[in-house]
């Protein structure tokens, strides 16, 4: 049994601390002339507070300075001014930073990634100097660079401005957007096109409106598309603008470390299953990578309110349905004491993927156990898409952390666009719905698991008119008008 508990005790070492283990920071490289908006990008993409990332006077900056930000651990920003009309010392010197990172032997003191960053220019004219193009050019030893064209939104301005005789909204949005691509191919993507084909490109703006805000998704889905197996997991702790990506992390974070160790964990009920969810549960936390600094998502009363959310999929009797609410309160680490009349905060979405092998044993075992599983995954998935997107819409004037009452906000939005209550009922359809042999089939849960974690994703550009009720309702208790924006 001792040497059982000990495999057991190596199985459930964190998923998450292992990749940290081997490289805890995503270290990127922001290149660009003072002015191109590189502090502004890194704020948006990071959720932080740099005061500043270019610098007034060319050369101050020190390329191999490395700047962390306490709100955000998980990232390390090298920054270097773009290169002046006939200067060499600049080029030579970011060229050999480049080159010397790359001989570094451990992936940490590697660099992960490079954005060059270039204002739109608002006229017609050569947007790339010699010295630009000749970076553009140059064997960068695998870094990945996104060329990032910023102040997307100040082109629009000045289109629409000169847009005089169009009088209609819904035809003016259409007249503006297509001219500003026709603008950006002609101004921007083809004179990078004719230097280079190899990097990829985006336009960004860091404002929070709906027509800008997939603009910065885009920034890091372009980024997260040319990084290894190795490095984008940790992107996706780093970046706090890309819910997919977060959840995209939690699958593969899951499937990395927990098929075989959820199996085993069954064979010692109590502690060792208990531990199995406390890790599982820890370490998607670790992965959405939310400013919290006093630990409110991974406490035990939030564990314990997150059991009692699903206490009304148990269909049985209300004295064994005590049983079976403790018994998972108890699974998730929670105290096994009278349950109140509260509802339950949420834990990132794709944690079902990672218990997913054990969700067909705990089957065979009880069912009853399986739904009350199964709910509780998707309800985490619902109600944490609120907190990230009532965080990230409201932090334009400061850099939020979790508290109290911005999840009971993700908690009202989540009841009230009735996502609770369509979830709850797809899980016990599919319970209810599934004969017992089929349970052979591992993944059956799993399936079903990613299959409503989907119905219930969040996007607000997409949003019915309950949840911009809902949204509504929640931009009224903040003094600020941010969230009515998001619900227009």
């Known amino acids: 049994m001792a040497n059982n508990l000990t495999i057991i005790e190596q199985e459930l070492a964190s998923s998450t601390e292992e990749i940290l283990a081997t490289c805890p920071k995503f270290r990127i490289l922001v290149l660009g002339k003072s002015g191109a908006g590189k502090s502004s990008l890194i704020n948006a993409t990071f959720n932080v507070n740099l005061a500043h990332v270019s610098h007034e006077q060319a050369g101050v900056s020190n390329i191999e300075d490395e700047i962390t930000s306490e709100q955000n651990s998980r990232f390390i920003l090298h920054d270097s001014q773009g290169f002046a009309a006939g200067e060499t010392q600049n080029f030579e010197t970011v060229k050999k930073f480049i080159d010397d990172r790359a001989k570094q032997q451990q992936l940490k003191d590697r660099l992960h990634a490079i954005w060059f960053c270039m204002e739109i220019p608002t006229e017609n004219g050569a947007l790339f100097e010699r010295a630009d193009q000749n970076f553009l050019r140059l064997d960068l030893q695998n870094v990945p660079v996104i060329v990032v064209f910023t102040k997307y939104d100040l082109l629009i301005s000045k289109l629409e401005k000169e847009a005089t005789d169009i009088e209609d909204d819904e035809e003016l949005e259409k007249y503006v957007h297509q001219k500003a691509k026709e603008f950006l191919d002609e101004t921007c993507v083809q004179p990078l096109k004719a230097i280079t084909d190899t990097h990829s490109y985006v336009e960004v703006s860091t404002r929070k409106d709906k027509v800008y805000r997939d603009t910065l998704a885009q920034l890091v889905r372009k980024t997260r598309s040319h990084l290894d197996e190795r490095i984008w997991i940790l992107w996706a702790l780093a970046q706090r603008a890309n819910v997919d990506e977060k959840i995209s992390a939690c699958i593969e974070v899951g499937r990395r470390k927990y098929w075989r160790g959820l199996a085993a964990s069954l064979h010692f009920p109590g502690k060792s299953l208990k531990q199995c969810l406390d890790r599982i549960h820890d370490d998607v936390i670790d992965v959405w990578n939310f400013n919290d600094p006093n630990m409110l998502?991974?406490?035990?009363?939030?564990?314990?309110?997150?059991?009692?959310?699903?206490?009304?999929?148990?269909?049985?009797?209300?004295?064994?349905?005590?049983?079976?609410?403790?018994?998972?309160?108890?699974?998730?680490?929670?105290?096994?004491?009278?349950?109140?009349?509260?509802?339950?905060?949420?834990?990132?979405?794709?944690?079902?993927?990672?218990?997913?092998?054990?969700?067909?044993?705990?089957?065979?075992?009880?069912?009853?156990?399986?739904?009350?599983?199964?709910?509780?995954?998707?309800?985490?998935?619902?109600?944490?898409?609120?907190?990230?997107?009532?965080?990230?819409?409201?932090?334009?004037?400061?850099?939020?952390?979790?508290?109290?009452?911005?999840?009971?906000?993700?908690?009202?939005?989540?009841?009230?666009?009735?996502?609770?209550?369509?979830?709850?009922?797809?899980?016990?359809?599919?319970?209810?719905?599934?004969?017992?042999?089929?349970?052979?089939?591992?993944?059956?849960?799993?399936?079903?698991?990613?299959?409503?974690?989907?119905?219930?994703?969040?996007?607000?550009?997409?949003?019915?008119?309950?949840?911009?009720?809902?949204?509504?309702?929640?931009?009224?208790?903040?003094?600020?008008?941010?969230?009515?924006?998001?619900?227009?």
């Open 297 to 488: 998502l991974k406490c035990q009363d939030f564990k314990y309110l997150l059991a009692n959310m699903v206490k009304n999929l148990d269909d049985r009797g209300s004295i064994h349905r005590r049983k079976v609410i403790a018994t998972v309160a108890g699974i998730v680490g929670a105290i096994t004491s009278a349950i109140p009349g509260a509802v339950a905060i949420a834990i990132p979405a794709a944690a079902g993927v990672a218990i997913a092998q054990w969700l067909y044993f705990a089957y065979q075992e009880t069912p009853d156990i399986l739904q009350l599983i199964m709910g509780y995954i998707c309800d985490l998935t619902s109600v944490l898409q609120c907190l990230f997107w009532i965080m990230r819409v409201h932090e334009a004037e400061e850099v939020l952390e979790v508290d109290p009452h911005l999840i009971e906000l993700a908690l009202d939005a989540h009841s009230e666009t009735g996502a609770q209550e369509f979830i709850h009922q797809q899980v016990r359809s599919f319970i209810t719905g599934t004969p017992t042999f089929k349970f052979h089939k591992k993944d059956l849960a799993l399936e079903e698991l990613v299959k409503i974690i989907q119905s219930v994703r969040f996007k607000p550009e997409e949003a019915g008119n309950s949840q911009r009720h809902t949204l509504s309702m929640i931009s009224r208790m903040f003094t600020s008008s941010t969230l009515q924006d998001l619900a227009s």
